[in-house]
């Protein structure tokens, strides 16, 4: 079964990165069907790989590739784990990739940049290298806090107001109307549009449906909800049954309930290690 251990960034680098996270695979190869989540991350394959149909070649991450950039993914993906492999996860805050490499967020949807390519900044290549020299897991985090603190040094591209407007998304488990975001800040929606595909990859209304559907994912997947379909859709301010179909099968590729028939291959103490990741808090 997948292991996951966590780990708490520096105190300074809080606003830009969510978690690091230790995967740790068993002796056979596995492999999990992830619906998005609205973080972007940087995976560090340490031993043996991964498999990323979706990103492998046509996306820029190949099939040997041991370190990349995952940026807004828009459904459901495949993410398969070698037997023996582990992986030592960054988690990003949504606005995160575009304040570290500079570009519009858009040109990351649905696709993961391979760090080990001629094409990557150079920094990115060399902490790639020094990552995998690290001996210990406490190594690689010392050194990816240094690391990413010297890189937001500088801030001009940071935006306040897309934190607070994803924060709000957050705090609402999603249930956030553009007509809500434009008068809480007192802009005009097209503004807002255009800040959001920017700094975080998609419209709100986009971004907001990803965090609702993920939210609604993790109510199933939870060892603990005993409920019915209709009570999470209800949980989640959908005005009926059939709206929330929509976006379930929009996002997760399936039915609320043929997802529910499928098991995670992990304890129950490891489900909820990784449901930890999505407390959007």
């Known amino acids: 079964m997948l292991q996951f251990e966590p780990y708490i960034p520096h105190?300074?680098?809080?606003?830009?990165?969510?978690?690091?996270?230790?995967?740790?695979?068993?002796?056979?190869?596995?492999?999990?069907?992830?619906v998005p989540d609205g973080y972007p991350?940087?995976?560090?394959?340490?031993?043996?790989?991964?498999?990323?149909?979706?990103?492998?070649?046509?996306?820029?991450?190949?099939a040997a590739s041991d370190t990349g950039v995952i940026g807004q993914v828009s459904g459901r993906f495949t993410f398969g784990i070698g037997a023996g492999s582990v992986l030592f996860c960054v988690k990003f805050y949504p606005w995160t990739p575009h304040l570290l490499f500079g570009l519009p967020a858009w040109q990351l949807n649905d696709t993961a940049l391979d760090m080990g390519s001629l094409s990557a900044p150079t920094a990115f290549r060399v902490l790639r290298e020094r990552v995998a020299e690290c001996g210990q897991i406490s190594q690689a985090v010392t050194l990816l806090n240094d690391f990413l603190l010297e890189q937001f040094k500088?801030?001009?591209?940071?935006?306040?107001?897309?934190?607070?407007?994803?924060?709000q998304i957050f705090r609402q488990n999603g249930m956030v109307s553009m007509d809500q975001l434009s008068r809480s800040f007192r802009t005009s929606r097209r503004y807002i549009e255009l800040l959001f595909r920017q700094h975080i990859g998609f419209s709100p209304k986009q971004y907001a449906r990803i965090i609702r559907v993920k939210k609604a994912s993790m109510s199933l997947l939870d060892p603990r909800f005993k409920g019915q379909i209709r009570e999470v859709a209800g949980q989640l301010d959908y005005?009926?049954?059939?709206?929330?179909?929509?976006?379930?099968?929009?996002?997760?590729?399936?039915?609320?309930?043929?997802?529910?028939?499928?098991?995670?291959?992990?304890?129950?103490?490891?489900?909820?290690?990784?449901?930890?990741?999505w407390d959007y808090s």
């Open 11 to 34: 105190p300074a680098l809080r606003r830009y990165i969510r978690s690091y996270w230790l995967v740790s695979g068993s002796d056979t190869a596995e492999s999990l069907e992830l």
């Open 239 to 277: 005005y009926d049954q059939s709206h929330f179909l929509k976006d379930f099968k929009a996002v997760v590729r399936q039915s609320p309930s043929a997802f529910l028939q499928q098991q995670l291959n992990l304890s129950e103490s490891s489900v909820l290690r990784y449901l930890d990741q």
């Open 41 to 62: 991350e940087m995976i560090f394959v340490l031993n043996n790989e991964v498999n990323m149909p979706q990103f492998n070649g046509v996306n820029r991450w190949h």
């Open 154 to 167: 500088d801030l001009s591209r940071e935006n306040p107001f897309v934190m607070h407007a994803v924060q």
